[in-house]
C-alpha cells in the first residue's frame, strides 16, 4: 500500500473540507478504496498507487479552485471530482421556475464563500447592459438589488483590471434626520449615509484586502458633493441614491466622465428626501438622457426584490398609497 501526503497550507481547511465537512464526504465516497485522513493543514492518503494518482490530479484542482476563487461549494466538488450529483447539491443547486436566475454567472467570489450572482431578469439586463454602455442607470424600489448589483459590477471590474479605481458616492441628504445633530467630525457625520455601500464592499472583499483599498484611495467612498471639479478616469463610479441629488448636482456628476470610465447611476424615485419645493435631478435625467447612445436605463420592480418575501408585500402596500 503506498502513501501520498498533501500539504494544503495555501488554504483555508474549513472552506475546503465544507460546512459539516460535506466536501470531505463527497471526497470520501468517490474514492472508496484509499484510506484519506486529514489533520490541520496535511493530507494523508494510503491505497494504490493508479487510484493515488487519480486523487491527487483531483486535489489539485480543488485546491486551485479554492486559491483563485476564495470559496468552493457542494455542486463545485461533484463537478471536479466527476462524482454523481447528490441529493443536497440537487436541493441547493437546481433552479426553480422561479429562481431560473440563481446558479447564474458568479459577478463576485467574496469572503467566507459568498457568491454574488445577478439574481433577477432586470439584474441580469444591468449585466449586459453595461457590458455594451458606458453610463447606466438602474431605477427601482429598495430591496430590487441596484446597489449591490452595481458595486459587484464595479468589484469584477477592479479585479478584472479593467479599471484602477472605485469610486462610490451619494447625496448626503438627511431622510427625516438632521444631519448636524449627529456626532463627530465630518466624516463620522457622512459615514452613516455611505453605510450601505460599506456594507456591499464587506461581502465582496476581505476586511484586509478591503481595508488597504479605503487606505490607499483604490476605493473611495465619498459624498456626491466632493466629487465637484473632478475628471473621474479609468475608473468605476457609483453613484447612488440619485433621486436626492438635483439638477445641476447631476449635471456636475455626469459631466465629471474620463474617457476610460465608467458611470452607474441608482435611484429610487419613490424615497426622495429632498426639500418639498426642490424637484429631483433624476426625473430630468430620465427624461433627457433616455435617446443618448451609450446610455441605458434599466427599470427594476417588486419582481426583483431579494429580500425577506415580506419586503415585496410591503412595496405593493405602500403602492397603493402613492
Known sequence: MNELK????????AVLWGPNNDHFEIIKKQYPK?????????????GDEQELNSFQEKFDSLVAHIDKYESINVNDVERILGAKPS??????????????????????FG?????????????????????????????????????YTAVALAVRALKNKEIKRIILTRPAV???????????????????????????????????KLKLYLENRTIEIAPLAFMRGRTLDNCFVILDEAQNATDMQLKMFLTRMGPSAKFIVTGDVTQIDLPKKQQSGLYTALRILTDINGIEIVYLSGEDV????????????????Q
Open 174 to 208: 438627511e431622510a427625516g434626520e438632521n444631519l448636524g445633530f449627529l456626532p463627530g467630525d465630518l466624516k463620522e457625520k457622512i459615514d452613516p449615509y455611505l453605510r450601505p455601500l460599506y456594507d456591499a464592499l464587506d461581502d465582496m472583499i476581505p476586511a484586509e
Open 6 to 13: 498533501l500539504s494544503i497550507d495555501q488554504v483555508n481547511p
Open 87 to 108: 441529493a443536497k447539491s440537487a436541493a441547493n443547486g437546481d433552479p426553480t421556475k422561479e429562481d431560473k436566475f440563481a446558479n447564474g454567472e458568479v459577478l463576485v
Open 306 to 321: 431579494v429580500r425577506h418575501k415580506l419586503v415585496k408585500r410591503i412595496l405593493e402596500a405602500y403602492g397603493d398609497i
Open 111 to 147: 469572503p467566507n464563500g459568498i457568491m454574488v450572482r445577478a439574481r433577477t431578469p432586470n439584474q441580469h439586463r444591468m449585466v449586459d447592459s453595461l457590458a455594451k454602455n458606458d453610463i447606466l442607470f438602474a431605477i427601482g424600489p429598495a430591496g430590487t438589488g441596484k446597489t
Open 34 to 46: 484509499l484510506k484519506i485522513v486529514a489533520r490541520g493543514n496535511e493530507v494523508k492518503v494510503l
